[in-house]
């Protein structure tokens, strides 16, 4: 590890990571209710934005030699029932993009979505569950690590209203940090951030291909914030005062905010 983690450090590269992304959107002219619409549109507007930001993390992550503890937890929460989350999660966006209508979808806008979904995942989880989390847990215990890292994870969206959002950005915000919290769980159950990835762009690809499903995604999605803060309550319940050791992290090495 080339840099002792630190919250301070976390938070700039988040920040750079946002910059990146939102600076792409600005130039690219993005109109957000309209990212899905054609395959020249997911492509400037999902795929570019993300593949820019996936390269900042890629180096900010190498150069402080955080990789280990980003991707990997020293072991596994338990108890395991938990996983029930995750599993409604997933099972959740299964349901949303079977119930939607793709007859319009083409070729190359499915390949741009797998492609866009899959970077969603790798870099929202990388900057968020993983960095935000490694360098808070330099500082905090982990109950205030899951709600900063969350809280940040749904504030990333509020961007999203001065971009075409509008005020359901707001929303956003909220259902955001359940969905947070579930991945939050994921990480923590699973033992690595990978799974918590892959849930997150399957998560993303059902909400953005197709057309349709509206009620059906929002009832799911508020079900799914319900039981993530239930969940996490039952987790973290015996955490109150523990910070979780961190692979290739000194346990001396804790410092101050």
């Not at 983690?5 to 590269?13: C, E, G, K, M």
């Not at 979808?105 to 899959?118: D, P």
């Not at 900063?148 to 504030?155: C, D, R, V």
Request: with cysteine.
């Amino acid at each position: 590890m080339k840099h002792l983690p630190r919250p301070r450090t976390a938070v700039l590269v988040f920040l750079a990571y946002l910059a990146v992304f939102y600076g792409i959107w600005a130039v690219n002219g993005v109109k957000y209710k309209h990212v899905g619409d054609s395959a020249s549109t997911i492509a400037k507007w999902y795929v570019a934005p993300l593949a820019g930001g996936a390269l900042v993390l890629v180096v900010a992550v190498s150069l402080l030699g955080w990789w280990r503890p980003v991707l990997s937890e020293v072991q596994r929460a338990k108890p395991r029932w938990l996983l029930i989350g995750p599993i409604f999660m997933a099972l959740a966006a299964a349901a949303t993009l079977l119930a939607k209508n793709t007859s319009e979808t083409t070729n190359s806008m499915w390949i741009l979505l797998v492609v866009g979904s899959l970077l969603v995942g790798f870099c929202e989880e990388t900057a968020t569950r993983g960095v935000l989390v490694v360098g808070f847990r330099a500082a905090y215990s982990e109950p205030k690590v899951w709600f900063l890292s969350t809280l940040l994870f749904g504030l990333l969206h509020l961007p999203n209203w001065v971009f075409g959002a509008g005020p359901a950005a707001v929303a956003q915000v909220f259902l955001a940090f359940g969905g947070g919290t579930m991945l939050y769980l994921t990480r923590r159950l699973t033992g690595s951030l990978i799974p918590a990835m892959l849930l997150h762009g399957f998560w993303d690809f059902a909400a953005f291909v197709g057309k349709g499903a509206d009620v059906l995604s929002s009832s799911l999605t508020f079900l799914n914030l319900v039981l993530a803060l239930v969940l996490v309550r039952v987790l973290l319940k015996r955490e109150k005062n523990v910070k979780i050791a961190q692979l290739g992290v000194p346990e001396h090495a804790a410092v101050a905010a």
